[in-house]
């Protein structure tokens, strides 16, 4: 005899459908308890609230006390990670560049700098002795106020210590100029991607929702010969990104392309 689905389960698996099939559109109002209570036969609230929570920690749809639980609008940022060396306008921020093709919606972000004792992770990419101090640019980065990834940059000290790379706000050229102006012009990248659940930390900075994963991007770059300059831990939520590598055969080609044809960018 097959075990019975408990009722909470039945209504996640309900609802859950009926947002990934269209009949519950992104915005729209779910059943209330109470007729979710009569449509499932149970006088319990707590069973359908068990049921909602776990489309809550999903992050399919949130609550909206006293008027309920709505479906989980979403716009998910286009990151392209290869983008960064590619060409700018002049005075315009990096990240105000990369995301310009977003439609309608306004980029900003908050940045610290400061001088610390690096991660075992940062310590190991940039060839470092233990003790050896570094900076760090932190940055959290908005569409319309609400944060879409951390992007978190580290290099010696000793290199940008009085240079433009440690002023805490944006810098118009961009911090890849500021290293060119050194004489460690970035000519390379090593990307890795590790998908995992975020730390506390993390969801605080991100106001993450329950049960969300993020993706850790560990860029580093180099210079000439080889040699690392700066290591760049960005974390992006899985929730609100949608991560894209382009490979293409010939450069030229690049921006002839058509972008997204099945409207992921919608």
């Known amino acids: 005899m097959?075990?019975?689905?408990?009722?909470?389960?039945?209504?996640?698996d309900?609802?859950?459908?009926?947002?990934?099939?269209?009949?519950?559109?992104?915005?729209s109002k779910l059943p209330t308890e109470a007729e979710l209570r009569e449509k499932y036969g149970t006088s319990a609230r707590s069973t359908v609230r068990q049921g909602l929570s776990l489309l809550v920690n999903e992050g399919l749809i949130i609550?909206?006390?006293?008027?309920?639980y709505f479906v989980r609008e979403m716009r998910p940022k286009v990151y392209r990670p290869q983008q960064e060396f590619r060409r700018k306008p002049p005075e315009v921020d990096i990240y105000t560049h990369l995301i310009a093709s977003e439609d309608g919606r306004e980029p900003s972000q908050d940045i610290e700098v400061a001088i610390v004792q690096p991660p075992k992770a940062v310590r190991d990419r940039l060839g470092l002795a233990e003790g050896v101090t570094v900076a760090i640019r932190r940055r959290t980065r908005y569409l319309d106020r609400?944060?879409?990834?951390l992007n978190d940059s580290y290099t010696t000290l000793a290199l940008v210590e009085g240079t433009d790379w440690m002023t805490p706000g944006d810098v118009a050229r961009g911090t890849n100029q500021v290293f060119a102006e050194l004489g460690k012009e970035l000519v390379a990248a090593l990307d890795e991607i590790y998908i995992?659940?975020?730390t506390p930390e993390e969801v605080r900075r991100l106001q993450l929702g329950p049960g969300t994963p993020v993706a850790e991007h560990i860029a580093t770059t180099f210079a000439e010969g080889d040699e690392p300059v700066q290591v760049t831990i960005n974390i992006v939520p899985g929730d609100r990104n949608v991560i894209v590598y382009e490979r293409i055969k010939n450069p030229?080609?690049?921006?002839?392309?058509?972008?997204?044809?099945?409207?992921?960018?919608?």
Not at 2 to 10: A, M, N, V, W
Not at 63 to 68: D, I, Y
Not at 146 to 149: G, L, S
């Open 252 to 266: 030229e080609d690049f921006e002839a392309r058509p972008r997204f044809p099945w409207g992921a960018e919608k």
């Open 14 to 27: 309900d609802l859950r459908a009926q947002i990934a099939d269209g009949t519950l559109p992104p915005g």
């Open 63 to 68: 609550p909206r006390r006293p008027k309920g």
């Open 196 to 198: 995992r659940m975020p």
């Open 146 to 149: 609400e944060p879409y990834d």
């Open 2 to 12: 097959r075990p019975t689905t408990p009722i909470y389960q039945r209504i996640a």
